[in-house]
């Protein structure tokens, strides 16, 4: 008779971490629907959130089962089918949140499904098992086509949505996992100038300065000339198409770059939110208003409260200490997923946890910076936190996956 084996977690560190987030997001959806307005739309979303958490308890037990070389197999499988639905919201989609304009969402019935999130996971099983075939680092960018590859077909899809916040989780997901399967910096470096030119070309002279500076680091470049013109080629033309890019944006996509600038151009309108924001977490001081007692909250004055400005809503109750508190727990997370990469023995194994990480680290940089004004407002949601089910339900499955990993391949 087969002996039964119990489910053995890899990290409990980790896996506390990320439930105890999960249970504090649902208790902040609960005030941020605490209002003293009537038919908001944050009103009851906590026990959507609460029924989402409790079915991906019981799913995380299953996937706590599957050995790891399923999981590479199931790469290619995952990868395609979160490329089907990325085309599928093109067709089908629609917008939600501070991105109602995009079509991020395909909706069935009352359930509404985020491809974008589910195909950030697969984009980082799928980048991990390509990086995971190298046996040394890449000596050009030539190199680098297949993982570019892997990971610009979705991120393509999800531009043309538009999406800017997720585009930028892809692009993070490829950096980290380049930097630990040993790419140099420098080249790192060399594959993102196009896009480091683009928006330093607002300014002529810093982009004339900049395009100096490369050309003076190509000079002393060990690479093929073809790949130093090319990078040159790539960086001048960035800058040449700034200007006319930024001419076929849409009306609000220009107002949202603008009121991050200067928020107070139109207070009542693409800036009202960033302002809002900005009030409610000043106000909050040390120790916060208290928790179900925030006025901006309660009066409804903050956007999408529960989504993607949940982050506003704690620190106008909790304060700076709660604030720092959830950035410890993030930071605390980080350090784990880190450490689980470094132990894990197959390189597989060991690039999961550092692609996840990307895609988590993108969120909680740009979700916070938002709220306080160091980023464009690009409605992209707090992992764990924010009000939204099936991107809680993917980010802990993509958990217990690093837990199989830890448990499987770190000993």
Not at 51 to 72: C, H, N
Request: hydrophobic content about 55%.
């Amino acid at each position: 008779m087969k002996r039964y084996r119990p489910i053995r977690m890899g990290d409990p560190v980790l896996f506390w971490l990320v439930v105890a987030l999960a249970v504090f997001g649902i208790a902040m959806i609960y005030s941020a629907g605490n209002v003293d307005v009537p038919g908001t739309r944050a009103e009851g979303t906590w026990r959507q959130q609460l029924l989402w958490f409790s079915l991906a308890l019981l799913v995380v037990p299953l996937i706590l089962r599957v050995p790891v070389g399923w999981l590479e197999w199931g790469a290619q499988p995952a990868y395609a089918l979160g490329l089907v639905l990325l085309m599928a919201a093109l067709v089908f989609g629609s917008g939600g949140g501070t991105a109602a304009s995009t079509k991020s969402w395909i909706r069935i019935g009352p359930v509404g499904l985020q491809p974008s999130e589910m195909a950030k996971i697969a984009t980082a099983l799928m980048l991990a098992r390509v990086l995971g075939e190298w046996r040394e680092p890449p000596k050009t960018l030539w190199a680098l086509w297949k993982p570019i590859g892997v990971v610009a077909l979705p991120m393509a899809l999800v531009m043309l949505q538009p999406d800017l916040g997720s585009a930028l989780a892809f692009a993070s997901i490829l950096i980290w996992c380049l930097y630990w399967a040993g790419t140099p910096l420098t080249t790192i470096f060399f594959l993102v100038s196009p896009l480091l030119s683009l928006f330093i070309s607002i300014n002529p002279w810093v982009w004339g300065v900049y395009i100096v500076l490369l050309l003076v680091l190509l000079f002393y470049r060990n690479a093929f000339l073809s790949e130093k013109v090319s990078i040159f080629m790539a960086n001048a033309v960035a800058g040449a198409v700034a200007l006319p890019l930024w001419n076929v944006l849409k009306p609000y996509q220009k107002a949202r770059f603008m009121v991050f600038l200067d928020p107070s151009i139109d207070p009542r309108g693409s800036g009202y939110n960033l302002i809002q924001s900005r009030v409610a977490i000043g106000s909050g001081g040390l120790w916060g208003k208290g928790y179900l007692d925030g006025p901006q909250k309660r009066l409804a004055f903050l956007p999408e409260q529960h989504t993607d400005f949940i982050f506003s809503v704690i620190g106008e109750e909790l304060g700076f200490i709660g604030v720092m508190a959830v950035l410890v727990c993030f930071g605390l997370i980080f350090w784990r997923l880190i450490r689980i990469a470094e132990r894990s023995r197959d390189p597989f194994a060991s690039l999961v946890p550092i692609g996840i990480l990307g895609s988590w680290f993108t969120h909680v940089l740009i979700n916070v910076g938002m709220t306080v004004g160091v980023m464009p407002v690009t409605g992209i949601p707090l992992p764990f936190i924010s009000y939204g089910g099936s991107f809680l339900l993917v980010n802990l499955l993509a958990m217990a996956v690093v837990e199989r990993i830890s448990a499987e391949k770190g000993r």
